[in-house]
DNA sequence: GTAATAGTGTCTTTCAGACAGTATTCA
DNA sequence: TGAATACTGTCTGAAAGACACTATTAC
C-alpha cells in the first residue's frame, strides 16, 4: 500500500503514530551532584491529547507522576524508531528541564539518580539524559545559573559550588569569579554565619 | 473526555496527530550567497508513512519533490501548535541538511531563495530557515566545509569564499588560514589557471 | 615591469591557567 | 592567635585581530 500527498486530501487517510514525550528533569541537592529525576526506572512521559501542545503533555505528565509544577521544558530530539515501543508505533518526543531540589515534593513515587552513574533506564532514556546534561552543562558554562536552581542571594562560592556540580569537574576558582562578576549584581550585603570572611551576596545580572 | 496514561492500555484509544516532515535544504552556488531550497514557497515536507523513520520520510519528500539524493537530514524541533495546519491536527518535525548546489535537479520544480533576503513563506518555515543557517554557521566555525559542499580538491581561497558565504560576513584571511590549515590535509598540487601564485590544493583532513 | 593572488612574520590584545599574596572573619 | 574563607595581583602561554611583508604567477 502506497500512500500519496497532496495538499487537499483529508488526512484521514493517514494511518497515524501515537506521539509520546518524555523529560528529564535535572536537579543539583544541596552538596550534592547533579541528578534526574526517575519513576519506575524511567523518566516521566505520556502521550498527548488532542489540542494539546507538547509543553503542556510534559507538564501534565510531571504534574500527575512527580508532583511538578512550574517548568518549561525543552525540546531535545524525537525517538522515531518504529520498533522502539512494544505497544505500537509511537514517537516520543524528548523534554529537559532542571528544578531546584528545594521545589520537589517529597511525598511522591519519584527519585533521584545521580547522572554520572546511571544504570540502564528503560527505553533510550539514557540517551536523553546525556542530551539533557549536555544541554544544561553547555548553558552553565556562558552565565551564572541560568536554570535559577540557586535562591537568591547567593555568594560566589555558593555560584562555583553549584556550577562544578552541574559540570561535573572542578572549576578554577578566580577564572570563574572572574567570568561570572560582571555578569551578576552585587546587593552590598554580605553572608553572614560561616567561618571566614564574609562574602558579597549577588542576584543573578 | 479525558485519556488516561496506563502502560497496559492499548494505544488505539488514543486520537493521533498526523506527522509531518519539513526542511531546509541549504546550499551555495558558486559565487553566490547562502540559499534555500523551496518548492511552491515553502520547504518540501511530507507526512510520515506507517513503519518508516523520519529522515526516511524526509529522503522521500526530497527526492519526489526536488530530486534530491543521498543526504542526512538533521531533526531541529518539533512544531506542535495544534492550531498550525487548517487541514487538521497536525505535528511537523523540522529537519535541515546541505548540499553541493551541483547535486541539485535542475529539471524540477524547486528554486534557491537567498537566506539573508527571505520573504514571508507559508506556515512557520522561516523559523526552520533561521535554525539551519544558525546550525550550519555553527558547524563551519569549527570545521572546514563539514557539510562538504566543495569539490576536492580545493584551494583556501575557494575555502575562504564558501565559509564568508556560510558566515554571511567577512572573515579575516590570514586567522583563517592558520585556524584551516591544520584540519586540512595538502595534496601536494597546486592550482592552475588563475591568476596570481598557484595555491596548494587541499584535502579535508 | 604591474596586478593579482598565495603565504608568512610579528606585534598587540585578550583571556585562561596558575599561583601567590592580602583581607576579614570565627573559634 | 590560627584556621578558614574572600578577594586581588601578576606572570605565562595560547590564540585572535591586525597589518605588513615576501613569493610566485599572468599579463
Redesign the interface.
Known amino acids: 500500500m502506497v500512500?500519496r500527498?497532496s495538499f487537499h486530501k483529508?488526512?484521514e487517510d493517514?494511518?497515524?503514530?501515537?506521539?509520546a514525550v518524555d523529560t528529564a528533569v535535572l536537579t543539583v541537592p544541596p552538596g550534592g551532584e547533579l541528578a534526574v529525576v526517575i519513576v519506575s526506572n524511567r523518566l516521566p512521559g505520556?502521550?498527548?491529547?488532542?489540542?494539546?501542545?507538547?509543553?503542556d503533555a510534559v507538564l501534565r505528565?510531571l504534574r500527575e507522576k512527580a508532583g511538578i509544577e512550574g517548568l518549561r521544558p525543552r525540546?531535545l530530539?524525537?525517538f522515531?524508531?518504529?520498533d522502539r515501543d512494544p505497544?505500537?508505533?509511537?514517537?516520543s518526543?524528548a523534554h529537559a528541564d532542571a528544578i531546584p531540589t528545594r521545589r520537589l515534593n517529597p511525598n511522591r513515587s519519584h527519585y533521584l539518580l545521580p547522572v554520572a552513574r546511571l544504570d540502564k533506564l528503560d527505553y533510550a532514556h539514557n540517551e536523553i539524559v546525556e542530551l539533557a546534561v549536555a544541554e544544561l552543562r553547555a548553558d552553565y558554562v556562558a552565565a551564572p545559573d541560568p536554570a535559577q536552581l540557586l535562591e537568591e542571594p547567593f555568594t560566589l562560592r555558593e555560584l562555583h559550588t553549584l556550577h562544578e556540580a552541574v559540570a561535573g569537574e572542578p572549576l578554577q576558582r578566580d577564572t570563574f569569579r572572574r567570568a561570572m562578576v560582571p555578569m551578576l549584581a552585587a546587593t552590598g550585603e554580605r553572608s553572614t554565619g560561616s567561618m571566614g570572611k564574609p562574602a558579597e551576596l549577588y542576584r543573578r545580572g
Chains 1, 2 share one sequence.
Open positions: 500512500y500527498d483529508t488526512l493517514y494511518p497515524r503514530p501515537s506521539v505520556t502521550f498527548i491529547h488532542p489540542g494539546e501542545r507538547l509543553s505528565s525540546q530530539l524525537v522515531d524508531d518504529p505497544r505500537g508505533w509511537v514517537i518526543v
